[in-house]
């Protein structure tokens, strides 16, 4: 009689000693239900060859270069960066002042109890000098509905 306890591959049927089975901490027994041998075989299988690699790297560097959008929604930006030259200027100082620390977000300014969201700056006006300090900050929420007046 065996003194090791042995368990029963659930694939190929076979006893083994149950210290051959693989480790795994979320099943019952501590061990995988397929003996090695056979998770060999399994992921063998699930690996692709060099060559479907290949075809996978090829596919996606052909849908890289091809996609429709892509090109598209550089020119839907560069035609809105140009239509909103002020606005875009005055966005990118905002940032610019914000990462330098001397600027700093503050809570939603109609903190009502029904915000949600990331505190973002909204400018009164995109044309009075330095309105790019000249911030209201206001939830997601909040701003969206401000924009929406």
Known sequence: MSTTPEKRCTKCGVVRPIEEFYRDRTK???RRSHCPSCMSVANRAYTPSEEQKCRYRSKARERRRTMPGLASGRARAASYY????AKSLVRAATKDVIRAGRLQRGPCARADGGCSGQIEAHH??????????NVVWLC?????EVHKK
């Open 82 to 85: 140009q239509r909103n030259r």
């Open 140 to 144: 997601t929420a909040h701003h969206v």
């Open 124 to 133: 009164l006006s995109y044309t009075a000098k330095d309105s790019h300090l």
């Open 28 to 30: 019952n027994s501590g």
